[in-house]
């Protein structure tokens, strides 16, 4: 059991090595294929690829799920359990990543989303818990090794999963790899002190799902507000995996200026932030598809009226557009859950899965290598990503779960942080960050 909590290098690391702290190389998309509409520039048919809309039939809990398998089909596996925005619609986003890094990647509608039925809040993590197994079982992966990407809320459904696998393994299930990545894992308010979501009424937390579509239709009123319920919206927004506010255009005039800027607001970071390793300017990470010259400029070309500018974002309006169609329901259900809902010991309860589940996974994952031959020499990688002015998650709660993962046997904990400005979704929304984890997976999952 140990901590890392390195600097980013200047060149990259070596192949061979675990670390997933190294700069990002800007992926290379495969060229255009006619007869698959993952490559395409379009983003009506790229949107529309049958990849991102696949239902199945859940044995277990005889229901419906929808669920994306998109990537490279062939690569290794990486399941991503999904934050409060609980919709397979969030995982697109990193569909350009997979395919570039040569990664599987996995993701389903959690219930209430998609195709995915709903359910009573008590049992909405064991059903999840149960769909998910079934998926990868319908998915034929037995044997196969799988990774873990999760971000926010996603943590309260990770360690039933991974538990499963540890303890109740099954040829038709595929098994650790020993690479699990978190980003902003979630931490009750009760641990962490936050107030920021606390501030949000009971009311409007269970009903996300009729308010939620119709702020995204208002991003610019909503990133104006700056009195206390506007900020207690966009925390609704942000632990969902929603980043609220457009994409800033620059105009090539002003590029020199803004490097500028960028290389003082990094120092800057640097001098504040000095337990930080990866600063500012935060890239986008949809930039490598969504954001892509290449759609753009298809965008420009087939999309865009004479006369007027190119909506280079139209990629990414369209994918919310399509998310908020298909309803917010199981966003309501997991505001509730990270309140404490649906526990009869509220957040306490929480609390408890937490301390409870990482102790029961390490110390398992511990006893499988020694059993195996593996003496204490391989422990589970758990890589984390912090945002240093996450509001929803303060330093107090950070501290807490650094310490519960750190004395945690059976575990090696690597610890990132993220410096000035990063929130709590800019760790999965940051293509640093993305690129360490895809970079990983397709070496070592």
């Known amino acids: 059991m140990s901590t890392a909590a390195s600097i980013v290098p200047d060149v990259p690391v070596p192949a061979s090595s675990t670390s997933t702290s190294h700069p990002a190389e800007l992926p290379s998309i495969q060229a255009e294929d006619p007869h698959d509409p993952l490559t395409s520039s379009d983003p009506y048919v790229y949107l529309a690829s049958r990849a991102f809309h696949q239902t199945f039939s859940c044995p277990r809990t005889q229901t419906r799920v929808s669920y994306v398998d998109c990537g490279d089909k062939t690569g290794p596996l990486l399941l991503y359990i999904l934050p409060s925005g609980c919709s397979r619609w969030v995982a697109v986003f ?10 599987r990647l996995v993701a389903a509608d959690r219930p209430g989303q998609g195709r995915t039925a ?14 998910t197994l079934s998926l990868l079982e319908h998915l034929q992966l037995g044997g196969t090794e799988v ?13 039933p999963v991974l538990l499963h696998l540890l303890k109740s ?17 979630w931490i ?12 949000v009424p009971a009311s409007i937390a269970t009903a996300g799902h009729l308010f939620i579509p119709k702020l995204l239709g208002s991003v610019n009123w909503l990133s104006g507000m700056s009195d206390g319920m506007g900020d207690s919206l966009k ?36 001098r504040a932030h000095p337990t930080a390793d990866i600063h500012p300017p935060f890239e986008l990470q949809a930039e490598v598809l969504l954001g892509s010259p290449r759609m753009g400029a298809w965008i420009a070309e087939h999309g865009t009226e004479k006369g007027k500018k190119p909506n280079l974002d139209l990629g990414q ?43 029961d996974v390490g110390l398992t994952w511990k006893a499988k290598m020694m059993e195996a031959g593996e003496g204490e020499g391989k422990a589970l990688l758990v890589v984390n990503y912090w945002a240093c002015e996450d509001g929803l998650i303060p330093l107090k709660g950070r501290n807490w779960f650094d310490t519960l993962i750190t004395q945690t046997p059976g575990i090696l904990y690597e610890r990132h942080e993220l410096g000035a400005g990063a929130g709590h979704d800019t760790p999965i929304s940051t293509k ?3 690129d360490g984890i895809f970079s990983w997976v397709s070496v070592h999952g």
């Open 118 to 131: 709903r359910v009573p809040l008590p049992s909405r993590i064991e059903t999840s818990t149960s769909q």
């Open 317 to 359: 309006e369209l994918l919310f557009s399509y998310m908020m169609e298909e309803g917010c329901w199981g966003f309501s259900q997991e505001h509730s859950l990270c309140l404490g809902g649906g526990d009869p010991e509220g957040e306490r309860g929480l609390v408890k899965a937490l301390q409870g589940g990482w102790e």
């Open 94 to 103: 990193l569909d350009g990543y997979a395919r570039a890094k040569g990664v």
């Open 235 to 270: 925390s609704v927004l942000a632990i969902s995996g929603i980043s609220v506010g457009a994409r800033p255009v620059v105009t090539e005039q002003d590029q020199r200026k803004l490097d500028k800027a960028n290389k003082k607001e990094r120092a800057k970071s640097i």
């Open 169 to 185: 393994p099954s040829p038709a299930l595929p098994t650790l790899s020993g690479g699990i990545f978190l980003s902003s894992p």
């Open 188 to 199: 009750p308010a009760s641990v962490s002190g936050s107030r920021l979501f606390a501030l």
């Open 147 to 159: 990774s873990f990407l999760i971000h926010s809320a996603g943590i309260f459904f990770l360690l």
């Open 432 to 434: 640093d960050v993305v």
